[in-house]
T-cell receptor, first 113, second 112 residues
C-alpha cells in the first residue's frame, strides 16, 4: 500500500499565484487533515475533514481552502499565495477511532517568492 | 486536549535505552497518550499510544504512571536512525476527526 500520497513534492510560486496541493490515501480512512510546518516549529492544523462531505477549520485556516473530493482525496488550495505561506505541508489520514494513529504523507515543500 | 510538557532535547548513546519523559498533569479520564516522531524532513510517524496500562510494540514501550499525569517512551536499543523529534500528545480516542495537536517535542540525538 502507498499510504498517503502528496503531490507535488516541491513547488515554487510567485506572490499572488494560486495552486492546489493534492492528497490521496488508499487505506479507506474516514478522516483527513492538512498541516503546515514552518522551519524549527511543530505542525499546525490548517483544515480537516472528519468524513466525506465535511470540512472544518483548524488552527491556521486563513488563506486556504479545501475540498474533500471523495473518501480518498483531500485537496488544499492557495488562492493567492503569500510569502508567509512558505512552509512544508503535510497531509494525514486516520480512522474515526484512530486505533493506529495518523498516517502522514511525505510532505510538499512550498516556497513563495 | 490536555497540554503536555517535554524536554527540548536529549542525547542517548547508540545501543542504550532512550527514555523520553512527558508530563500531562491535566489529562482527562477519556484521553489517551500518543507518541509520534518526525525524522528530519519527513512526515510524522505514529509510534504507540495507551490509556493507563503500559504498552509495548515492535518500536517502543510506553510507561504511564498510575495517576496518569506523566509517561515515558522507551526505545530499548536506540540506533542512529532513531534520531528525531519525538512528540507526546494527549487526546480522546473516540472522536470523529478529532485533531492531533503537536507541541514542540523533544529532539533526541543518538550518538555513536
Amino acid at each position: 500500500n502507498a499510504g498517503v500520497t502528496q503531490t507535488p513534492k516541491f513547488q515554487v510560486l510567485k506572490t499572488g499565484q494560486s495552486m492546489t496541493l493534492q492528497c490521496a490515501q488508499d487505506m479507506n480512512h474516514n478522516s483527513m487533515y492538512w498541516y503546515r510546518q514552518d522551519p524549527g516549529m511543530g505542525l499546525r492544523l490548517i483544515y480537516y475533514s472528519a468524513s466525506e462531505g465535511t470540512t472544518d477549520k483548524g488552527e491556521v485556516p486563513n488563506g486556504y481552502n479545501v475540498s474533500r473530493l471523495n473518501k480518498r482525496e483531500f485537496s488544499l488550495r492557495l488562492e493567492s499565495a503569500a510569502p508567509s505561506q512558505t512552509s512544508v505541508y503535510f497531509c494525514a489520514s486516520s480512522e474515526t477511532r484512530d486505533a493506529y494513529g495518523y498516517t502522514f504523507g511525505s510532505g510538499t515543500r512550498l516556497t513563495v517568492v | 486536549d490536555a497540554k503536555t510538557t517535554q524536554p527540548t532535547s536529549m542525547d542517548c548513546a547508540e545501543g542504550r535505552a532512550a527514555n523520553l519523559p512527558c508530563n500531562h498533569s491535566t489529562i482527562s479520564g477519556n484521553e489517551y497518550v500518543y507518541w509520534y516522531r518526525q525524522i528530519h524532513s519527513q512526515g510524522p510517524q505514529y509510534i504507540i499510544h495507551g490509556l493507563k496500562n503500559n504498552e509495548t510494540n515492535e518500536m517502543a514501550s510506553l510507561i504511564i504512571t498510575e495517576d496518569r499525569k506523566s509517561s515515558t517512551l522507551i526505545l530499548p536499543h536506540a540506533t542512529l536512525r532513531d534520531t528525531a523529534v519525538y512528540y507526546c500528545i494527549v487526546r480522546p480516542l473516540e472522536t470523529s476527526g478529532s485533531r492531533l495537536t503537536f507541541g514542540e517535542g523533544t529532539q533526541l540525538t543518538v550518538n555513536p
